[in-house]
Structures are given as structure tokens and as C-alpha cells.
């Protein structure tokens, strides 16, 4: 295992079934279009509070390989509504319906958030050293 400054770290919310799955499979699962994580913790948090009382039950803390970001750029692309996205990720094509091999990288209230699709979400647990509940909310 590499060195902590060797690792790139990223967040998602998740219900106890989730993370069930999670466990059972060693990795990330997509449920619907796409599910998205973060490289910052405190978004998750005010995300969870803002969210149905219930809906997630634990935080995430996912650990990635060095590049784990660079591999998400290239296969990237940048949501088409978003001002901040289109200022800060120019040099992303535009997330069109159906890229679905693309990680749709998006813009949040000033944190970037990357939506893991059909065909990036293997890519991505490729890059994952562990997987660890940091927070229960229940």
C-alpha cells in the first residue's frame, strides 16, 4: 500500500442497503443513471442535512490511487447548465444524454462532484485501496 500523500480521497452519503452491497462487491454500485462522490467532506455533510431525514444512514470515505483525479478528467465531461463547471472545466467536452462512458463532473455550490456512470463506474473502483464508514447517521 502506498504512503497517505500517495492517495487521493473522496465522500458519499449512503443508506445501510447500500452500503451492504458495497461490502458484498468490494466496491461502488450504480443504482439509476449515476452516483455521485466528492473530494470534500463537509459538502456531504450539509448535503445529508439538507436531504429526507433517513435517507442515508453512513458517510464514506473512499481511498483511491495517486491519479484517481486525472483518470476522472480524462474520461470526464463537464454539466452543460452549469456556469461554474463551464468556467472552471472548459477543457471538458459537454455531458451529452447517453455518455454514458463519461464521468459527469459537475459543480455544486462551489465544490465539484463527480457523477460515476454505467461505464466509468468499474474504472473508478479499480482505483479504490478501501472503502471505510466514517460517519453513522442513524
Known amino acids: 500500500m502506498s504512503d497517505d ?27 439509476g443513471t449515476e452516483i455521485f462522490i466528492t473530494q470534500d467532506l463537509r459538502w456531504v455533510e450539509d448535503y445529508v442535512r439538507r436531504s429526507q431525514a433517513g435517507r442515508y444512514d453512513y458517510i464514506l470515505e473512499i481511498i483511491t490511487n495517486q491519479g484517481t483525479i486525472d483518470w476522472i478528467l ?5 454539466h452543460a447548465g452549469s456556469k461554474p463547471a463551464q468556467r472552471d472545466f472548459a477543457f471538458l467536452p459537454i455531458l451529452r444524454k447517453g455518455d454514458f462512458d463519461a464521468v459527469h ?29 466514517i460517519r453513522e447517521l442513524i
Open 5 to 31: 500523500s500517495q492517495l487521493e480521497y473522496f465522500y458519499r452519503a449512503v443508506s445501510a442497503d447500500e452500503l451492504i452491497t458495497i461490502r458484498q462487491v468490494g466496491g461502488l454500485v450504480l443504482n
Open 74 to 78: 480524462k474520461v470526464g465531461k463537464r
Open 105 to 133: 463532473v459537475k459543480v455544486q455550490n462551489q465544490v465539484v462532484t463527480y457523477g460515476l456512470r454505467a461505464g466509468t463506474i468499474n474504472g473508478f473502483n479499480q482505483q479504490i485501496q478501501s472503502i471505510e464508514s
